[in-house]
Structures are given as C-alpha cells and as structure tokens.
C-alpha cells in the first residue's frame, strides 16, 4: 500500500445568484483540507465571521454553490495494481469528477468515500472537480420531497448529514461551511487491503486481557484470488490466521497476560499498547497501527428502591463520571488542530474532569481527539449525530446514517476512552413534550433510529460497550409509559432552571445521572475586547455586536432574572459582565455539589459545556479564545476528589463529606458560626472517616444552624485541607462589607505573586488579569475568605503589570463589590 496526499494546487470558484462580482469573479486558492469560509478568509474576500456582525455579512455563502478543482496527475497503473481516489471527508452535498467523468455523488459530512480511478491513472494530468452543492438549498428540496419534519431551529438541519450546528444553534454561528474537510488521498494497492479492523478488547474470567481483532479486506478483483494471512501483535503476544480464497474477514484473538489495565483518571494508569496488524500473501500488502489499553465498561441499570440508576463501571468498578459536553471547538472545523486539542482536553483534566460527552449536533471527533483522551484517562461518551430535531427514516437519509455509523463504529473501537455509545440527542424528548407529535402527523421521525438501527449496528461491530438510545433516556421506556426525561430512572436533562426557575431548584430533584445542565455567562474579557467591542467604544448588552453573539433565545434577560435573587443586577457593564460570569460559575457550582452529595444514587454529571467554538456569551467554561472563565474554577472546586459542603436534607443543613480517592479520608473536623468579622459565636469539633468513593453526612448541631443576626453571619467547616464558608442568605440579603480585602503584589519569576487578605468575610475572591494582558493567566479564583484568612495568587505573564491596577476593579473582584455595587452601597473592593 502506497499513500499520498492530495492536497496541493486546489482553488475554490463561487458561483450563484447572490455571490459578490468580486467573489464570483476569482480563481481562489484553497489549502485542503479547507473550506469556502477558510478559502475566502485567506484570500481576504470576506471578514472574519466572528468578529463584530460579520456573521451577517457572509450570509449569501449559505446559498453559495462552490467548484473545489486541482489538477490529478498519476503515474500509470500496473495490471495488478488498484489505484484509488479517497475523501475522508466532504462537507457535503457534492459531485465528484475527474477528466470529465463523474465518479460519485456525495451527501454526507459524516462518511469517508473512495473512487476506484485505476483507468484514469495514466501518467497525464486530469481536472480533479468536486461540485458542492448549497446544503441549505438541498436540505430545503428534501424537505419539500419528504415533507417537513420539526426541529429546534428553523434551518432544515434534519434533511442532510450535516454538523447540525452549521446551521447555528443557541451558542453558535450560523455559516454553513462547504468543502473538503478532511483530508484527501491517492492510495495504490495490489492484491488485498485492510478495509477496516476493529480491535475489541475484554478480560477473560481469570483476569487475563485479551484482544479480538476483527479485520475485513478488500481484494483488489486484478488477480486470482488466493490466501491471505492476518498477523497481529501487541504486547509482547502474538497470532496469525488465514483467510481463505473465498472469505473476506478474519477474527484474531490475542491473549495478553503481560498487560495492564487501563484506568479512568483518578482511578489508576492508562497503560496503552501498539497493536500491529499486518496483510500478507508471501509479502506485507498492507498493515495498521494503533495503540489500544485494555479495560471493560458496563453501565448498572438494576432497579432499586429509588428507580433505575445509570452507574458507568469500568473494569466492575462504578466511576462518579464529573463531565463536560463537548462541542466542536471551533466552527471552522479544519482549523482545529492536534495541538488546540491537547490544550483543550489538558483544561478539562484541570477543571478535575473525567469525561466529555461529544455531543450529537457536531462531529465525529478526529482520531488526535479520542488518542488524546486515551492518553489522559478522560472518558469519552459519543453521542450518534442526531440532535434536537425529528429526523426522516426514508431513503437516502437511512442508508447514509447507517453507513456512517457502520464506518465511525469501526473506526472508534481502538480507543479505550470511548465508553459510551448514545442514539442522538433529544429527539426522543422533543417528539414528546415539543409539540412534534401533532406536527409529524404519523411521519417517520426517528424513533427507529434510536431504538431498532443505531443498537444493530452497535451490537454488531462493538458489543464491548453499551449503548443508550438517547440522552435523555430512561431504561425500560416505552413511548406514553415512561418519560425519557424522568430524573428518577436514567439519564436526565435539567433546563428548567436555565429557562425558567432559580438555580437553587437543582435541589429539589435526585436525578440518577444528569447528562445536561448549566448555566450561561459572558467570555472573557479580552476576548469580548477582541471580537465584540461595540463600535462606539460604549459597552452594552443592547449592542448590535453583543446581542449578535448572545444566540439563547431572551438570553440577556435570562442572567438577568437569575442574578437578581442572589446578587443584584449591576447598572455598570462591568460589574455586570463580572456577576454574570460569577453567578454563572455558583449555579452550576451548586448543582454539582448537590449531585456529588447524593453519591451513588446520583451517578454522574455533566455540565453543559467545557469548550466554545467562536466568541458568545454561553454555558461554556473555557470560551473560544482558549481563556478559562470563572465556571473553570468553579468546576475545579466543585469536582475535586475531595469536597466539603453545607447541603440540605429535609429542609436542615448538614455537612457532606465527599472523598472520591481509593483511600479513607479521617480526621477531626471544626465546625464555627461566626460573625463576618471573625468573632465565633459556637463551634463544634467531630471526628470523621468518609470511607474511600464515598458521601459522609454529618447533621450541623442547632447551635450552629440557628444564627442571632442571619445577615451578618455564616457556617465555616473546617477538614484538612478543605473548608467551606455557609451563608444564611443570599449575598444580596447579606450585610458584606464591598471594602473588605487588602492586596500586596510581589513580581517573580513568569510573573506577580498576588497576597490578598480578608479584614471581613470575602466571598469568591478573583483576578480577572486578561483585562491587564490578555496573554495573562492566574492559577486560581473564586476563593472565599473568613476574617482574617489570606489567599495568595500566582499571575503568569510576560509584561509588566501596574501593581495598583493589578489590585483593584475591574481586575481585582468579590462577590462584596459586585453585591455593593448593585445596591449603590460605597466603598472599594480594596482598603
């Protein structure tokens, strides 16, 4: 097998009613893999979509048909000798010509294609076409063929496999991209080739791993069919077996006593081993290679008196699974590259994450994502690309799921961070709650995906790990018997909060998973600076730029409703972006630690989202341009292996003791009601063991939890390391002095060390440096402090700071200045 990439000489031509003469008129060079938006932001023809209200001004490229064209020269073919064209990716309505012949249609993003082109490969040079097509407009007349079917956004996302979110969504941009985004290749071959090999790995009853490796081959119908032998190696084992003359696959079992099992983050190692296939018939045709690790998963649904738990176990041990959903992490897809990948997934390791659900309205991910996530233990749920809409079952959008399920089931199964295989997202809920029932009027709307295709195929080619049909999903669910959203059995999805309740109702339910949840809040900063400073210079959540870049429908008015209960709305766009940022970081703070309270009946959760892929105001933690905002704090709080909180249990406050180590967690804890000022008021000392993966509730004495003055005093629990401050009331109820803190800056090394200390109780202490440098970084934020207690900021950065800005608003911020400022009470945050 020989190899090159075909990815030089192309140019991209626009044509259509509403392409720009300066557009239409041009031959534009395009790298490949590359799309019209990239194409276009290269050569300078169009602005860049995310900046100010350039999302609009592209907007003619949705309707926008595009002639992708390189030259193909290739030597002559042998008689024996296979030469194919490959696309692992086109995005995604196309015609695919070489030297005037058609050699395929596309129309599906999702899918690889390969063109047998053997008799055009004869040393002269041909015109490689590939027509793509509006999607919009495609998607439009299947639509009008089949009839409309709902979905969550007006586009018909529904109608071609596409990434749902090209079309927007309530935190992306609405581009619509159309190329070749991945990449694309000449492959020559004689004989066989391996057309796909699937590793399926298990333990055997007496503990020793092994590996099944599935392999299917192509054989090139240019000679007699003969024997082929499959040889597979991978730690320090090894096997072979035929293939007979008449047989197209192979199954090889290895068994490997010498490996090692591979562990989720915080659970043990992640050992990972080459695994070597090779094609022969008297030579090498062929060979594979990748590294897999050695583990079993299995998700608990055993009912108990509680419902129907969904307890992810890996190697029979049950994971709390502290998540994220993952979403593309750019909308320009082919600007992703390994190294951001590395940066993101790195994040989510920081924030004490151990699994990212890839959502289903994006992308199958590259494989750099899924080895990334293997090297690193971070678990890896998949959802199948359906999202929030009702999807066709009629031809040919049934092949074309099938077909790229077929091909990304198999192309997944080395990585042992993939655990979870999901039907879509939502669809199933939407068919019963959004009205879509009486729309669809007995048409086919997906239902049959997600419980007769998708399961098929993944009993078929990945039997090692399990499938859910939906998220939400309860087990067991018959339309009109159980609801799939039922927090009580199942995967749950809480947005009523978003929507229309107060964060503090994520206590009023025990759900046993909750695979979505969260909260929005404004980027950093900076990278409002960069990409949405308005154009008078005059910030407001009123401005075109900004609402352009809030996509939630009422969405401003949405952190509105919610500050306003727990810290006040803020006149100045200042204070208001930082309490926005800050109550978005203790909503979603909130719910994880009442979800970790509830160990093991509550299972898992995981926030809606870690990652952005352009510059919005979302629910996102780290925003698009790489900058952590103060949610990734919160998550690093609230997702630690070992958390101590005041939570509710029938009304009362008791202390929950979470210890998510192998090892026992003991000592004496302390316990004080004290004043914001310090003075203690009662105080009680208990000893506590919380037992390794464990919850210890510990009811708070009376003493403790009935103040004199509820305004101007709270709970601290001490243990270890770890402490947690309990207000009575809400901090816009709370007497906090906004002149609380001192700060003292001290320059070292890469940076400033930041000492900052509490004269009164100071509530969620922060450095917003990217206002300073955007470069700049800080390891820590959201830090609460008793009288008395300091805290000390490390600041990364290679310019020099001015220390009394460094030590002030905007930069310097707590929740006593953002909730003086509300209030119109004086005073600095510093004194």
Request: glycine share 8%; net charge negative.
């Amino acid at each position: 097998m020989h190899s090159r990439d075909l990815h030089d000489g192309w140019t991209i031509h626009a044509h259509g009613a509403e392409v720009p003469d300066a557009v239409a008129d041009a031959e534009i060079p395009v790298t490949v893999p590359g799309t019209s938006h990239t194409a276009l932001l290269d050569a300078g023809l169009i602005p860049d979509p995310y900046i100010g209200t350039h999302e609009l001004d592209v907007a003619w490229m949705h309707r926008a048909d595009w002639r992708f064209t390189t030259t193909f020269d290739e030597a002559g073919a042998a008689a024996d000798e296979r030469v194919d064209l490959v696309f692992a990716g086109i995005d995604t309505v196309a015609t695919v010509s070489l030297g005037g012949r058609e050699l395929g249609r596309t129309a599906n993003m999702h899918r690889s294609y390969r063109f047998d082109v053997r008799d055009l490969a004869d040393g002269g040079a041909h015109d490689l076409v590939v027509d793509v097509r509006s999607a919009l407009s495609y998607g439009e007349a299947e639509r009008d063929r089949l009839g409309a079917r709902p979905a969550a956004y007006p586009h018909p996302l529904n109608m071609v496999r596409k990434m749902a979110c090209s079309f927007g969504w309530d935190w992306g941009p609405d581009l619509q991209t159309a190329g070749l985004w991945r990449p694309v290749h000449v492959e020559r071959w004689r004989v066989a080739r391996l057309a796909s090999v699937r590793p399926l790995v298990g333990i055997r009853l007496d503990g020793v791993p092994y590996v099944r490796v599935h392999v299917d081959v192509e054989r090139s119908g240019l000679t007699d069919a003969g024997p082929l032998t499959i040889r597979a190696a991978v730690a320090g084992a090894a096997r072979e077996v035929t293939i007979p003359a008449d047989a197209s696959t192979a199954v090889v079992e290895i068994a490997a006593p010498e490996a090692e099992l591979w562990w989720p983050v915080g659970h043990g190692e992640q050992p990972l081993y080459e695994l070597d296939v090779e094609l022969v018939d008297g030579e090498v045709r062929d060979t594979w290679q990748r590294r897999i690790g050695f583990r079993t998963v299995d998700v608990d649904e055993t009912p108990d008196e509680h419902g129907t738990p969904w307890t992810l176990r890996v190697n029979g041990t049950p994971i709390f699974v502290k998540g994220a959903n993952w979403i593309p992490d750019d909308h320009l897809l082919t600007r992703i590259t390994r190294e951001r990948l590395e940066r993101r997934i790195d994040q989510a390791l920081g924030a004490n994450l151990n699994l990212l659900r890839v959502w289903g309205g994006g992308i199958y991910e590259s494989r750099d994502f899924y080895e990334l996530c293997d090297e690193r233990g971070v678990l890896v749920w998949q959802d199948f690309l359906l999202a929030c809409a009702a999807y066709p079952e009629e031809e040919p959008l049934a092949g074309e799921l099938e077909a790229e399920a077929r091909e990304n089931v198999a192309r997944l199964t080395p990585h042992p961070s993939l655990v979870v295989w999901n039907g879509g997202n939502e669809n199933v809920w939407g068919f019963l709650d959004w009205g879509w029932r009486a729309e669809l009027d007995g048409a086919t709307w997906g239902y049959g995906y997600a419980t007769e295709l998708l399961p098929r195929v993944v009993a078929e080619l990945d039997p090692t790990r399990p499938y859910s049909w939906n998220s939400p999903s309860s087990p067991g669910f018959a339309l009109d018997e159980r609801h799939p959203n039922d927090p009580d059995h199942g995967t749950h999805h809480q947005w009523e909060v978003w929507n229309r309740l107060d964060y503090t109702h994520y206590a009023s339910e025990i759900p046993r998973f909750c695979s979505e949840f969260g909260f929005q809040g404004p980027p950093a900063w900076a990278t409002l600076e960069r990409a949405v400073r308005p154009a008078d210079g005059v910030w407001s959540t009123e401005d075109a730029a900004f609402l352009l870049h809030q996509k939630a429908a009422d969405g401003n008015a949405k952190l509105d409703a919610g500050l306003a209960p727990h810290l006040g709305v803020p006149e100045d766009f200042a204070d208001w972006h930082w309490a926005t940022q800050l109550n978005q970081a203790r909503a979603v703070a909130f719910a994880i630690e009442h979800y970790r309270s509830w160990w093991p009946r509550t299972a898992g959760a995981i926030v809606w989202q870690l990652n952005d892929c352009w510059p919005v105001t979302s629910w996102a933690a780290v925003d698009s341009d790489e900058r952590v905002k103060p949610l990734w704090f919160a998550l690093r709080h609230a997702f630690a292996d070992r958390l101590v909180r005041v939570v509710e249990r029938d009304g009362v406050p008791v202390v929950a003791l979470v210890n998510d180590t192998a090892a026992p967690w003991s000592g004496a804890a302390r316990a004080t009601r004290e004043t914001f000022a310090g003075e203690v008021l009662a105080e009680e000392a208990f000893d506590v063991v919380v037992a390794p993966r464990s919850v210890a509730l510990v009811p708070l004495p009376t003493a403790l939890r009935t103040p004199l003055d509820a305004a101007a005093e709270a709970v601290v629990v001490r243990f270890g390391d770890e402490r947690t401050v309990h207000l009575f009331v809400e901090d816009v109820d709370a007497a906090l002095d906004p002149a609380s803190i001192s700060a003292e800056v001290t320059p070292v090394e890469g940076g400033y060390r930041v000492e900052v200390r509490a004269r009164s109780l100071t509530r969620d202490v922060a450095l917003l440096v990217d206002r300073l440098d955007p470069a700049a970084s800080v390891d820590d934020a959201l830090v609460t402090l008793p009288a008395g207690e300091s805290v000390t900021f490390h600041v990364r950065t290679a310019v020099a700071l001015d220390s009394a800005a460094l030590t002030s608003a905007p930069v310097l911020r707590t929740a006593n200045d953002v909730v003086g400022a509300a209030l119109g009470r004086s005073g600095s945050a510093l004194v």
